[in-house]
């Protein structure tokens, strides 16, 4: 809660994939908020009142997650709205012609996107933007296993991962008031 709260006011890009985390950290303690409690809250160094305020963002995640049907995969609707929102701002930005920077970026990564949602195989539409989300995401856990990873991986991982902050960035200013798209 905490940590979500500064991460949406600093960088979306970063507050959506600890919020995926935090989805699966609800999955791995199987929705259970007395696990949720002693495997991570109890190891936040914060006071009670705040532990309880913690517990309670967990649960109404938990409730969420149940009432959106997201309990083995996927994501609840509140973050697929944040994606919608970057999409559009994505859309608004390649027809900027203020934003070439914002463009070459997007060409530049589009190569792994393509990549990406080919060794995929999924049927589904996916925006272009959550798969580059989700090849990030996929990197950070498989690092945080110690799993190998290859270096063209990583390469795109860093492609993708400069593009995504440009966006962050771009949506930082766009929420404050400071982008300015057109003449």
Not at 9 to 36: C, G, S, T
Not at 88 to 101: A, F, G, N, P, V
Not at 125 to 138: K, S
Not at 151 to 159: L, N, S, Y
Request: charged letters at 30%.
């Amino acid at each position: 809660m905490i940590v979500a709260r500064e991460k949406r006011k600093e960088n979306i890009v970063e507050y959506l994939l600890y919020m995926w985390q935090v989805e699966d950290l609800i999955r791995a303690n199987h929705f259970e908020p007395d696990q949720i409690k002693k495997n991570i809250i109890s190891k936040y160094d914060q006071p009670e009142k705040i532990k309880k305020e913690i517990l309670i963002w967990y649960e109404e995640l938990i409730e969420m997650m149940r009432q959106e049907n997201v309990m083995e995969k996927g994501h609840i609707q509140l973050n697929k709205n944040i994606i919608i929102a970057l999409t559009d701002l994505h859309l608004r930005l390649l027809k900027s012609s203020k934003e070439i920077i914002y463009a070459a970026a997007y060409y530049k990564t589009l190569p792994h996107i393509i990549e990406l949602r080919a060794k995929s195989g999924s049927t589904e539409e996916v925006p272009e933007l959550e798969t580059c989300l989700t090849a990030v995401y996929g990197y950070l856990l498989l690092r945080m296993q110690g799993k190998e990873i290859s270096k063209e991986t990583q390469e795109a991982v860093k492609q993708i991962s400069s593009f995504l902050a440009i966006l962050a960035d771009k949506y930082r200013q766009d929420i404050n008031g400071k982008l300015k798209l057109e003449d």
